[in-house]
């Protein structure tokens, strides 16, 4: 069995600055992934980031990146110089076989 | 590559009704997954498909579900006999199976069929 808990319903970040979501897990697994996704309103869930459990070295995308912390069951996300674009909901997902989503964090960008 | 797609995209059914909502993958996946989600909350996982054969089914897909996956490329939900709960977004995933039934790789999302019970 997997869980995955956000402990952060909402969250707002000015327009270039930087936020970080966080996100832990919980899995019997030894093999899995890590994802955050995105969801805009109304549009469909896009993925931002994918983490490897076995690999230490975090995964970057452009201007997103995580902080994996394998031992602490930690996975969170870092934007970087924020976009207006970058509001949406966030789900942080756990994989094995099938994915695992957490609760969601919705992020709000101002200008 | 077109992506993920499924039809349709609302649905407004009465009590009582079957509906059917099919989902085609991105060619040459040969994983197929089913999420339900409700307002406000994260997909919730339903079942999922190995080419043909349906692998895994969720507690959460009672026997008023039924999916299919006839020739293991498009997939059928069929919802029989709906209930108001039953009104939720049904999610379509699909994934290549890069570890030959073991994890499942970065899944891909279709916009989702937004089904209504009055």
């Known amino acids: 069995a997997q869980t995955v808990t956000q402990s952060q319903p909402e969250m707002s970040v000015q327009e270039a600055e930087t936020v970080t979501l966080s996100c832990t897990y919980d899995?019997?697994?030894?093999?899995?992934?890590l994802f955050w996704y995105k969801q805009p309103p109304s549009r469909q869930m896009i993925l931002v980031i994918r983490?490897?459990?076995?690999?230490?070295q975090n995964a970057t995308e452009n201007r997103f990146s995580v902080n994996f912390q394998k031992a602490a069951k930690s996975f969170s996300l870092k934007i970087s110089d924020s976009q207006l674009g970058d509001a949406a909901m966030y789900f942080c997902?756990?994989?094995?076989?099938?994915?695992?989503f957490g609760s969601g964090t919705q992020l709000t960008v101002l200008p | 590559d077109t992506g993920v797609s499924q039809d349709p995209r609302h649905k407004i059914t009465k009590r009582g009704q079957n509906v059917t909502f099919r989902c085609d993958p991105i060619?040459?996946?040969?994983?197929l997954y089913w999420y339900r989600q409700t307002l406000g909350q994260g997909p919730e996982f339903l079942t999922y498909?190995?080419?043909?054969?349906?692998?895994?089914k969720s507690r959460l897909l009672s026997d008023r579900f039924s999916a299919e996956r006839p020739k293991g490329s498009f997939s059928t939900l069929e919802i029989q006999r709906t209930e108001q709960g039953d009104s939720a977004m049904y999610l379509c995933?699909?994934?290549?199976?890069?570890?030959?039934?073991?994890?499942?790789?970065?899944?891909?999302f279709g916009p989702g069929t937004r089904l209504t019970v009055l």
């Open positions: 995933a699909s994934s290549p199976d890069v570890f030959q039934g073991g994890i499942a790789d970065t899944q891909y």
């Open positions: 997902a756990c994989s094995a076989r099938q994915l695992t």
């Open positions: 060619s040459e996946h040969n994983r």
């Open positions: 498909f190995q080419n043909e054969a349906q692998l895994e």
């Open positions: 899995t019997s697994e030894s093999d899995y992934y």
């Open positions: 983490q490897e459990a076995y690999k230490q």
